[in-house]
């Protein structure tokens, strides 16, 4: 099927449309172009239509990805291998590709061409790990590299983050302070991670977070979230990006390997080969809320040895925090003198209290404060070899603290102004708009940014229930920063009774449209179908489902808990509809409709 490349006079192509089913199209100088990594491929034929698809050369795609042909002449089939080492078997007239031994079925089939193979250029792009935007009628094809997974591990040769990438990049590094952060902006790359974050716990690092900077151009940001200003190099290799801080830790501390034995994935970075990952639109829907599930904070420390005190080393006896006459007083007693090295961050605000040569037996211990000035309180035993105990106390507001040392240092004091909550509010609806701060969430073609819609509709979700006076808490009011294990910390704290976070889908595929809504845990259910019907009835887009899911949001509040993609904003016309206040409206007042319902179902239903 492949014979009829027919040249046609350009006035032809207008006559004929470029969905022509039967011919080839040959294009208009500069027409149909492919733009990879920001530069335009240059091709000795131009790129031709085949069936609407945009299809080009084999040989300038590939290496304008940093991948490698091996196609004997004549031969009917070949070899691509991406730069991070998957191997794409192509077939001329086999539409199937076989992507790291999975079947990838592309638009149209290689095709030989004045000896030259020729392949459908975004499907191919894709298959190497590509993220493609097709633009026009098809006829530019843009695409870049994808982060698809970021690891770390502390070595003797300090904190190692390795920033996968499935095609070349660059970087930009920007060092800020107040509080220390080391900023790896990944130039022409997509995150394919969707805005993760994992708590470190490392001496040197607190958190690495990762998200889409900027779109066209196309900027992932991996953020450091440091403890001190520390020394760093950022190197690229063929797999991506190398960050290593050597601070202070990893002087203190060779040969540190086993603090962290196995290097720690980011949640919601793919298992399986990178380049694969991102193919899938069901792997696309996976990656973006699957983070921040089970950030382990601090780091687990291997199983310890038998422990008596020893120079250098000492018991955490206990840590113990109470509160009195408007000041709350942290207590920690040692076996042995202990010399503190205390810490303030913010953002979210905490003090951290390092406590070298301390061993904690329990190891790790969560203290659920819930006062006026503390939220909550970790002890954990953060390193082996030499010892580290750290106390972190979150803050609920930024405080000053004053530390005092008795009993020969044995015993240490922090204390700050401080109040026991007042007693239990009435029950609440939690809403909670997705995203917010420098998360932007999805972004749409045009631009419209998914926390800008969620915090919109979720005001108004907010208004509508009030008018019924239904207490609501939102998770946020502003444009800022809330940490997803933060979410349903604010719903348990204010009471609430149903939480419900809003979101926006996003799919690589435009086309992609609809509602649908997740549950975590089985009492859950009923809300996200009441929610999800609602919703479906009042904006009119395509029912795509109600859907058990493990989002950290909803399987971390302890009450009736969905999260609704209200629709797909990488859809042209559903991101019109998003950021259109009256439709915005009509979906608020759904969910609120939805809420009322499914909160007068529950109260008027019989006792069991
Ligand atoms: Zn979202």
């Given amino acids: 099927m492949k014979q009829a490349w027919t040249a046609l006079a350009v006035a032809s192509i207008l006559a004929l449309g470029v969905s022509s089913p039967v011919f080839a199209i040959p294009a208009q100088s500069g027409r149909l172009r492919v733009i990879v990594n920001e530069t335009p491929v240059s091709f000795s034929t131009p790129p031709a239509l085949d069936h609407g698809v945009l299809v080009a050369p084999l040989g300038p795609l590939a290496s304008a990805f940093g991948a490698t042909v091996v196609w004997e002449r004549d031969a009917r089939k070949g070899t691509v291998t991406s730069r991070t080492g998957t ?39 894709r298959t190497l790990g590509a993220y493609v935007r097709i633009s026009g009628d098809a006829e530019v094809i843009e695409a870049v590299s994808q982060v698809t997974e970021i690891t770390w591990r502390r070595g003797s ?61 196309d900027v992932t940001r991996i953020v450091l979230d440091l403890i001190r200003p520390v020394p760093y190099a950022v190197a690229l290799d063929g797999e991506g990006v190398v960050v290593t801080v050597s601070g202070t830790a990893a002087a203190r501390n060779a040969p540190p390997q086993d603090t962290n034995p196995a290097p720690a994935r980011l949640p919601g970075s793919p298992s399986e080969g990178p380049s694969v990952r991102p193919q899938g639109d069901t792997a696309t829907r996976d990656l973006e809320h699957s983070n921040g599930a089970a950030a382990p904070e601090p780091h687990a420390v291997p199983s310890l040895p038998e422990f008596v005190d020893s120079p250098g080393a000492f018991h955490i006896r206990a840590v113990d925090y109470r509160i009195a006459e408007g000041t709350g007083q942290l207590t920690i007693l040692a076996s042995q003198p202990v010399a503190p090295v205390v810490k303030q961050f913010t953002y979210p605000a905490r003090l951290a209290v390092d406590l070298p040569g301390g061993v904690f037996l329990p190891r790790r211990e969560d203290l659920e404060i819930g006062s006026d000035a503390v939220r909550n309180i970790i002890v954990a035993q953060l390193q082996a070899q030499p010892n580290l105990t750290r106390v972190l106390v ?56 998914e926390a800008d819609v969620t915090l919109e509709i979720g005001r108004m979700v907010r208004q509508a229930l009030e008018r019924q006076h239904v207490r609501v808490v939102l998770t946020r009011t502003t444009n800022t920063m809330v940490g997803l294990e ?81 629709a797909f904003i990488s859809n042209p016309a559903e991101e019109q509809l998003l950021r259109n206040p009256a439709t915005q409206r009509r979906i608020a007042e759904a969910i609120a409709r939805a809420i009322v319902r499914y909160l007068g179902a529950r109260t008027t239903a019989p006792a069991p």
């Fill in 87 to 125: 191997v794409v078997h192509l077939t001329i007239g086999d539409p199937t590709a076989l992507v790291a031994g999975r079947q990838v079925t592309l638009p149209v089939s290689p095709a030989r061409r004045s000896g030259a193979v020729w392949v459908p250029a975004a499907g191919f792009l």
């Fill in 486 to 566: 933060e979410r349903p910390d604010i719903a348990r704290r204010e009471g609430g009774i149903v939480f419900v976070s809003i979101h926006a889908n996003a799919s690589q595929y435009s086309s992609k449209k609809g509602t649908e809504t997740y549950y975590g845990t089985p009492e859950s259910a009923s809300l996200a179908s009441t929610i999800q019907s609602e919703v479906v009835q009042a904006l009119g887009e395509p029912d795509r489902g109600v859907r058990a899911a493990d989002f950290y949001v909803v399987m971390n509040s302890p009450m009736p808990a969905v999260l609704i993609e209200t």
């Fill in 394 to 449: 979150y803050f609920h507001r930024k405080t000053s603290v004053t530390t005092t040392s008795t009993d020969g240092g044995r015993t240490l004091t922090i204390a700050l102004s401080d109040i026991a909550r007042a007693p239990k509010r009435p029950p609440a609806v939690v809403i909670d708009p997705g995203h917010g701060g420098p998360d932007s969430g999805a972004i749409g073609p045009a631009g419209v940014r």
């Fill in 157 to 217: 040769d300090g904190f190692v983050v390795r920033a996968a990438a499935t095609g070349p990049v660059n970087t930009q590094v920007h060092v800020l302070t107040d509080p220390d952060r080391l900023v790896v902006d990944i130039l022409r790359a997509v995150d394919s991670l969707k805005d993760a974050k994992i708590e470190v716990g490392d001496p040197d690092v607190v958190a690495i977070r990762s998200a889409q900077f900027s779109v066209r151009p």
